[in-house]
């Protein structure tokens, strides 16, 4: 029999090995900040009112990332994402990650926190048994990810993260995304420009005014110009394909393509062979 203080030592190590596991699984590209922010914010990713901002995008992210990868001849079935391997980075509680695998893709789903990958496991449980297969959530950075995953994937999308990570690693963050894609595969992102309008609709109009997004979610200084992401991009081995931009309506009600990049845009880059 163990006696209580010899159960208490064996739960304290066990803590503290957890947290130094979490610590390996986290990078150079971690704003621990950030990963905090989020997690606090639990209730945002499934709100049962009425669809969030994240929700809404995918009005966009779905056509702009089926197009991407429609546009990669070797994919065969151009009409279909089936059986595409896909790796979500940032994939947050899920929303763009249940998307593209009830098209039939095989998504894998990264992300820092362990309180948002165990609400968007909480999402997915009352789902179908073919969406459960189509989907694999994993608490990790993308670097360490990349260690054992080199060139593996057709695609890799991440949606609404680089602008939460510090400017300096973003560079970092963006060549180990490349990394983990097969030479002629498809490297998606989406993002927020740097630009008045940015901060002015998402900062004061969203966090501020409207409250629709939690105070202190988004900072003017991490918003990313999308020739800095295209020059990334480049350098990382790619070739930029498109960009389009989007933006809600006055209300939020509905999220749709522009015709610049002021606000919101995705751009679409292919590895080079
Ligand atoms: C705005 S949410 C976007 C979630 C999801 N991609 C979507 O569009 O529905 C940003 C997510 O990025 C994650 N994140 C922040 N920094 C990260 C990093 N360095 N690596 C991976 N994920 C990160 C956060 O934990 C959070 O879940």
Redesign the pocket.
């Known amino acids: 029999m163990l006696k209580e203080s010899d159960k208490n030592f064996r739960q304290v190590n066990k803590t503290i090995i957890l947290s130094l596991k979490l610590k390996a699984a986290m990078s150079r ?3 621990e900040k ?2 905090e922010h ?1 997690k606090n914010w639990i209730s945002v990713w499934w709100p049962e009112d009425r669809p969030n901002g ?1 929700q809404l995008m995918n009005n966009v992210r779905i056509p702009f990332i089926k197009d991407a990868i429609a546009s990669i001849e070797r994919l065969g079935n151009k009409e279909s994402i089936e059986g595409i391997n896909i790796l ?6 899920g ?2 990650t249940e998307a593209l695998a009830q098209l039939g893709a095989k998504v894998v789903g ?4 362990v309180e ?1 990958l165990n609400e968007a496991k909480r999402h997915l449980e009352s789902k179908s048994v073919e969406l459960k297969q189509n989907i694999t959530y994993k608490v990790e ?2 670097e360490s990810h990349q260690e054992r995953n080199s060139e593996k994937y057709d695609v890799v999308v991440s ?3 680089i602008e ?2 510090d400017s300096d690693s973003i560079e970092h ?1 963006i060549q180990s995304c490349v990394d983990v894609v097969r030479p002629g595969g498809s490297v998606i992102f989406t993002t927020v420009n740097k630009t008045f309008r940015a901060w002015w609709n998402l900062v004061v109009g969203a966090e501020y005014w409207s409250k629709r997004i939690p105070k202190g979610t988004h900072h003017y200084g991490k918003f990313v110009p999308p020739s800095v992401l295209i020059g990334y991009l480049e350098r990382s081995g790619c070739t930029v394909v498109s960009s389009r931009g989007f933006a809600f309506d006055f209300n939020v009600t509905r999220c749709d393509f522009t015709a610049d990049l002021d606000y919101f845009y995705a751009v679409f880059a292919v590895k080079r062979e």
């Not at 990264?110 to 926190?113: Q, R």
């Open positions: 590209t971690t704003d950030e990963v989020f994240l979500d980075v940032g994939c947050g509680g929303i763009l990264i992300d820092l926190s948002i950075s993308i949606s609404e993260v939460h990570i963050f």
